[in-house]
């Protein structure tokens, strides 16, 4: 089975501008949850989507976004971009079986530089 | 709120010799899940193990070992007999009902493992 897959890998823009990234869960998988890494934070968590829906959201400002297609797919925006926002984006997808024990799987992330 | 704390922010042994990475953790919860993920240079988090609350077995795995105590709320990770290809950043991370859900995970900051050969 292949595993997740996030596009593109590297990423360089300048502040202002907007940026949206792609992730594609493992087949049969459900779930996607979105990861910020960076530095100075470590790893945090952005948000979560099931069924299209945004099921739970970290602590960021209403820049982040994302969605949730039919198919699983999910793509995280972000707008007005600051300098802040370069870190590694990581993308993780879960089966779904049962709510309490499912596993993350995280795809290769997308390096965003903002200059 | 849910804590995790990997005091070692970076170790370095010698091939073949054994290491212990530390991970502490605090919930109000009384179900929770504990993971350890690798991330090595290429940046992807490879899952490595996942232990409920409620199972405070030690698993072995291969050269790898885990070490769940509740009493202690720690959840320590060895490596036995090193190898180069260890080398890596391993988080520790928590997830619990508070959080919202299970699938939002709290990270430690990480432990950078460098085996010299």
């Known amino acids: 089975k292949a595993g997740v897959t996030q596009t593109p890998r590297y990423l360089i823009k300048t502040r202002g501008q907007q940026v949206t990234l792609s992730c594609s869960p493992i087949s049969g998988h459900r779930s996607v949850s979105w990861y910020q890494q960076t530095p100075g934070q470590g790893l945090q968590f952005l948000f979560e989507y099931f069924s299209e829906t945004q099921r739970n959201k970290g602590n960021f400002p209403g820049r982040f976004s994302g969605r949730q297609f039919s198919n699983s797919r999910s793509e995280m925006n972000v707008s007005t971009l600051e300098l802040g926002d370069s870190a590694l984006y990581l993308c993780?997808?879960?089966?779904?079986?049962?709510?309490?024990?499912?596993?993350?799987?995280f795809g290769p992330g997308t390096r965003l530089t903002v200059l | 709120a849910q804590k995790v704390t990997q005091a070692q922010t970076e170790i370095s042994v010698v091939e073949k010799e054994d290491v212990t990475l530390d991970c502490v953790y605090e919930?109000?919860?009384?179900?929770?899940?504990l993971f350890w993920y690798k991330q090595p240079p290429s940046g992807e988090l490879v899952f490595l193990i996942r232990r409920n609350s409620f199972d405070e077995q030690n698993e072995i795995s291969g050269r790898y070992s885990w070490n769940f105590q509740k009493s202690t709320s720690s959840f320590n990770f060895t490596i036995t007999a090193s190898q180069v290809v260890d080398s890596a950043v391993y988080f520790c991370a928590l997830s619990d009902v508070s959080s919202g859900s299970a699938r939002q995970l709290t990270f430690g900051s990480g432990t950078q493992l460098t085996v010299l050969p």
């Open positions: 919930t109000r919860d009384t179900t929770y899940y």
């Open positions: 993780a997808s879960s089966p779904e079986q049962q709510s309490r024990t499912d596993t993350q799987y």
